[in-house]
């Protein structure tokens, strides 16, 4: 299973990225999506989760309103856009295949995970 997450980069605050993961079709087509992050020292801690098909959208509270995840079934490419950026969510992002067709805001309901991203917005 291939998961391969891109789009990082150094932005200031108040910027956008988009993050973009794409999956192997028999690895996530019918599962739920997430992207995670990391920032040093600190847990890796979910961001935003989508279902398996399109639906089921989940966020953290850290990220609501500024983040938007959606997938893209033709092309088996999962995408964050990050809108109104902020020094704190500087970290490592990552994307992940859900157990379930469901997202989840649970790392332990992840079981594919790809390698991370940097973000980093300076203020």
């Known amino acids: 299973v291939q998961l391969q997450a891109s789009g990082g980069g150094l932005v200031q605050a108040g910027d956008s990225l988009r993050l973009s993961c794409m999956t192997s079709r028999r690895s996530s087509s019918n599962n739920g999506m997430g992207w995670f992050r990391q920032a040093p020292g600190t847990e890796r801690e979910f961001v935003a989760g989508?279902?398996?098909?399109?639906?089921?959208?989940l966020y953290a509270d850290s990220v609501k309103g500024r983040f938007t995840i959606s997938r893209e079934r033709a092309s088996d490419t999962v995408y964050l856009q990050m809108d109104s950026l902020k020094p704190e969510d500087t970290a490592v992002y990552y994307c992940a295949v859900a157990l379930r067709a469901l997202a989840s805001k649970s790392r332990g309901d992840y079981r594919y995970w790809g390698w991370g991203t940097q973000v980093t917005v300076s203020s």
């Open positions: 989508i279902g398996w098909n399109g639906g089921n959208t």
